[in-house]
């Protein structure tokens, strides 16, 4: 069972509706989520961190945690073509500060 | 630009090369971390480290590979004798704290081993 899990996708969604992207993760012990975009050959770009329960809004992002459910995800709201993207989920473990990576969902956005 | 800096962006390197990588922290950050991205697989940890000393290199290969960042001036990794299978985008990336705390990356390094 791989550290943190994310469908690869493609995921595709029209201009101006929500994506929706999940990731679960095998660890209990995580302790911090970060949602990572990464456009094709550039760097990844953190975007959203949540550490506690519930829901954390930042503009047209929200990212949700679900400790119980070992679960998180992105909402983008009004999805745009720029948005048009890989996905990363990253997930730390209590008492270290590494980040583990999920393999990343790639998003397309259609005009 | 206070982000993330790493040079060179591009690295050609023979086989049996040294190859090596810089990265300067965000400025008012304090730890490094190195990540590698081999095509069409995700991010995988490296190493952690801070001022003069590592603190995680849990996720570094046993031979070949090094890394320090010294008192003064950028955080290096060093890569031996390097191979074709080391062909990769190196990333670093940095944080104002340890813990889990957010980590910012710079743009990368690409390394093609010929």
């Known amino acids: 069972q791989k550290e943190v899990e994310q469908n690869s996708g493609p995921l595709s969604v029209p201009e101006g509706a929500i994506a929706s992207l999940n990731c679960t993760y095998s660890d209990r012990g995580s302790q911090s989520f970060f949602w990572y975009r990464q456009y094709s050959g550039k760097s990844p770009e953190l975007i959203m961190s949540?550490?506690?329960?519930g829901d954390k809004e930042d503009g047209r992002f929200t990212a949700q945690l679900n400790k119980a459910s070992q679960y998180v995800s992105l909402l983008i709201r009004d999805s745009q073509p720029s948005d048009s993207a890989t996905y990363l989920c990253a997930v730390t473990k209590e008492g270290a500060q590494k980040l583990v990576f999920g393999q990343g969902t790639r998003l397309t956005i259609n005009p | 630009n206070a982000g993330v800096m790493q040079n060179p962006r591009h690295l050609v390197r023979r086989r049996g090369q040294e190859a090596r990588l810089r990265c300067s922290p965000m400025k008012g950050h304090s730890h490094v971390y190195w990540y590698r991205q081999l095509p069409e697989e995700g991010l995988k940890f490296m190493v952690y480290l801070q001022k003069e000393n590592i603190i995680d290199e849990s996720g570094m290969p046993k031979e070949r590979f090094s890394a320090e960042f010294p008192k003064e001036g950028p955080s290096i990794l060093r890569i031996q004798q390097v191979v074709r299978g080391d062909s990769a985008a190196y990333f670093c990336a940095s944080s104002m704290t340890g813990g889990s705390y957010e980590q910012y990356f710079g743009p990368g390094t690409r390394l093609t081993v010929t």
């Open positions: 949540i550490y506690s329960n």
